[in-house]
Each structure stands twice: as structure tokens, then as C-alpha cells.
């Protein structure tokens, strides 16, 4: 079967790299992919078609035969490329344009969060920046402050006092940061706990909920700086073991999916429950409607069951007849490896050293993200977050050392990242 990869990140790496492996599998393509797409095997090429252009993906896939195509990143599936794709009868991964809206939308999800009584944050919903200013007037505390639309992961402020949740506000509803996703905010109450993220498969009916991860989404070490879209992600996670793992589907995957139908949403596709553990009980931060990234890197390292068995049974409706999941015993590390400056402004460019030589570390795989290749065949960083650096070992810290391993193999002029992955598990 020759398959379809639509994305360019570190998780478009994990998924192509995973799908080539399914013995099924004939060709893998990525549109528009990166570096590390362009020279993972033979199996995989990249297609130079942006991730929005659905008719140029559309005729692609027509024109190549392909099978299956599998959506990474949240935009597409948000403005309904599944939607699209299943017009013209070509097989496609993902949620349809309103089941996406869980993650498009956090006013949305806050909304299906409250029609199945799910566990989430007291929150405020705002569509003028003033009046938030205002409700705020007599409250000094921990507040979250988070722009409604798509952020790329970085419209969320956790804010301290008044006036950090001031001149977040501002940020969102006057400076325009975000553009139209700061059409509406959230005031949300700020929760205290450690974050986990779940994501489960469905095709609607059946929930394939798998194994737990922890994504550290802070840029700098000890969680402090401002949020990115993720700076390493490591499973499976101490924090949530499998009775915690049971609740989690019974008290806010089934509810979660039961409101969406309620509202007229059949959701298909990956659900990824961004989680507070509180003292209290597990609570729902926000949904994403894909694999998180870098979560994604490390889930797949573990996962053993073919994945394109898995994708097409959600398509099908049919994953209640897969057998149980297999996974690896071991945990999985991810690193992610910056440029200079994210996830604020940063420069391109930057020829990438040491690839080869992380490449022989056992046990790791180096998945790129932000890369690009110049016509010499040089890789040069691309992007904010450029590699996603995983590491495999029969315990948290022998993951840790596979991982940061191979990341000392590697430079670029700025390169940086978090030297602190993982550690939460090891005070756990």
C-alpha cells in the first residue's frame, strides 16, 4: 500500500518512519517533510505540496495510488482536509473539520467538557479584552489566560498576579499575537499538580487508549520560561499507573466522546487529553485532535503493534476486533534540540553537525523536525524546534543517558535544549 504522511515536524518523522516499517506497506510519502524524511531509507520520500494545498494532495493521491493518508499537524485537520479527502472517496486518517474543533477551539472544548461533565478548570470566556481586564479587577490570583483559536502551542499564559493575566490579555486581544485565534480568551482558574498527557484512538465507538506520557512544555529546566510547543516527552510515565489509566477512561474519554455525539460530532481519529493530576482527580487542560509532538516520538519507539493495522481498523470502524497493543517494556526519551531564540524569534540556516555519528548510538533514533536540505546535501536547521532526539532503556534513567547520549554528538551554531527530560519520574 503506498501511504500519505501530510506534515513537516518530528511527529511526521515518527509516523512515517513507524508506517514504512508495516510489512503492507509499499511507499511512504510526507508533504511536505523535511530533512530527515528525505534520507530515512529508500522506503520514503518527501512531496513538495504544503500540508494546506488540499487539491494539489487531493490529485497526488488519486495519481499515486495512495492507500492511506494519515494528517499530523492540527492545521489541515482543522480547516478539513478529512472533510476533503473523504469527498473524493480517498481513505483518510484523522477527525472531519467539526470533530477537530476540540482542539481548534478551546471555547468549544470547554463546552463539551461541561455537556459530559467532565473534570476541568473553572473558567471565563471573553470576547473583548477590556471586560476580561475587568472581571480581573478584584482578583489577584493564579490565573491561566489562553487565546481561543490555533497558537501553535503558544497562546496559553500561566500567569501568577494581575498583572502578568493584564499583559497577557493585552498580548492576545490588542498586540493581536495570535491573530484571529485571540478572537476570544479564556480566563481559566491556574491548577495545581503535575501535567501527563493520554492520547486514546477511536473510531467513534470503540476507545484504544494508550500508554500514558509526560510532556515538558516549558522551554528551560526546573518548567520555567515561557510555554513552547514542547521540549522533550518521555513514556511511560510513573505519575499515571493503570488504575489512575482506568479512571482516565471511564470518568473523561467515554464522557468526552459521549458529549461530542450529543452534539451531532462523531470524533474518529487520536483524542489527546492534556491532564492536571491534582489532589482532587485527574483534569482536562486542554484536547488536542492528533499526536502531540514530541509525545508522539516516544509512544511510537514503544509501540510493537503494526500501525497501519491500527489506522485503518479506526477508518473501518472496526478497532474493537484489534488484539490488545503490544509495547515495548522499555521507556522511551525524547529530547527535543532547539534554535537560538525559540520560541521567540530565531534564525535559519545553520549547517547541522554530528548526525551520523548520533545515528550509531544504540538504541536512539534521531527524528527531525525543523530541518531542511540545501542543494549541496547539506542539512541546516530550519525551524524552532529543529531534532527530536529518543532514546530507548530498561529504565527512566537509562533512557535519559541513550537520549542526551547522541544529543552531545550533534551541533548547530545556537543549538539548545533541556538537560533536565525525564527527571520528574526519577523523584517520583
Not at 511536505?32 to 500540508?51: L, M, W
Not at 461541561?114 to 482578583?139: M, W, Y
Request: charged share 25%.
Amino acid at each position: 500500500m503506498n501511504i500519505l504522511i501530510i506534515g513537516s515536524g518530528g511527529r511526521e518523522h515518527a509516523l512515517a518512519w513507524k508506517l514504512a516499517r508495516s510489512p503492507r506497506a509499499s511507499r511512504v510519502f510526507v508533504a511536505p517533510g523535511n530533512a530527515g524524511t528525505a534520507t530515512d531509507g529508500n522506503d520514503i520520500e518527501n512531496v513538495s505540496i504544503k500540508e494546506t494545498d488540499f487539491p494539489a494532495l487531493i490529485k497526488f493521491a488519486k495519481d499515486n495510488k495512495i492507500g492511506l493518508t494519515v494528517v499530523g499537524p492540527e492545521v489541515p485537520l482543522c480547516a478539513g482536509i478529512v472533510d476533503a479527502f473523504q469527498a473524493e472517496q480517498l481513505r483518510i486518517f484523522g477527525p472531519n473539520k467539526l470533530a477537530a474543533r476540540i482542539e481548534g477551539s478551546k471555547v468549544f472544548c470547554k463546552e463539551i467538557l461541561r455537556k459530559g461533565s467532565v473534570p476541568t478548570a473553572i473558567h471565563h470566556t471573553f470576547t473583548n479584552g477590556n471586560d476580561a481586564i475587568q472581571f480581573l479587577k478584584d482578583r489577584d490570583i493564579p490565573i491561566v489566560v489562553k487565546a481561543d483559536g490555533l497558537a501553535a502551542g503558544k497562546g496559553v499564559f500561566v500567569c501568577s498576579d494581575r498583572s502578568e493575566s493584564i499583559d497577557a490579555i493585552l498580548r492576545i486581544t490588542k498586540s493581536r499575537e495570535f491573530g484571529n485565534a485571540g478572537d476570544r480568551i479564556i480566563l481559566e482558574e491556574r491548577l495545581d499538580g503535575q501535567e501527563a498527557s493520554v492520547l486514546a484512538i477511536t473510531d467513534g465507538a470503540t476507545i484504544l487508549t494508550l500508554q500514558p506520557a509526560q510532556d515538558h512544555k516549558a522551554a528551560y529546566d526546573g518548567d520555567t520560561g515561557p510555554n513552547t510547543g514542547g521540549m522533550g516527552a518521555y513514556s511511560p510515565t510513573p505519575i499515571v499507573d493503570d488504575a489512575t489509566l482506568h479512571w482516565i477512561e471511564e470518568h473523561i474519554f467515554v464522557p468526552t466522546l459521549h458529549a461530542l455525539k450529543r452534539s451531532d460530532v462523531v470524533f474518529r481519529g487520536v483524542l489527546y487529553a492534556g491532564l492536571m493530576l491534582t489532589k482532587h482527580e485527574p483534569k482536562v487542560l486542554e484536547y488536542n485532535a492528533r499526536f502531540g509532538d514530541p509525545e508522539c516520538q516516544p509512544l511510537l519507539m514503544r509501540l510493537k503493534t503494526d500501525l497501519l493495522d491500527i489506522f485503518e481498523a479506526t477508518i473501518d470502524g472496526t478497532l474493537d476486533q484489534l488484539s490488545p497493543l503490544e509495547w515495548d517494556s522499555r521507556t522511551a526519551v525524547c529530547v527535543v534540540m532547539a534554535s537560538k531564540g525559540y520560541p521567540e524569534s530565531y534564525e535559519k540556516g545553520f549547517p547541522i553537525r554530528g548526525l551520523a555519528e548520533a545515528a550509531n548510538i544504540s538504541d536512539t533514533k534521531v527524528f527531525h523536525a525543523g530541518t531542511a536540505i540545501r542543494e549541496d546535501g547539506t542539512i541546516v536547521s530550519n525551524g524552532g524546534r529543529v531534532l527530536s532526539v529518543t532514546g530507548l532503556g530498561n529504565s527512566v534513567s537509562e533512557a535519559k543517558l541513550a537520549a542526551y547520549t547522541a544529543v552531545k554528538c550533534i551541533r548547530w551554531d545556537g543549538a539548545w535544549c533541556r538537560k533536565d527530560i525525564s527527571d520528574k519520574a526519577l523523584s517520583y
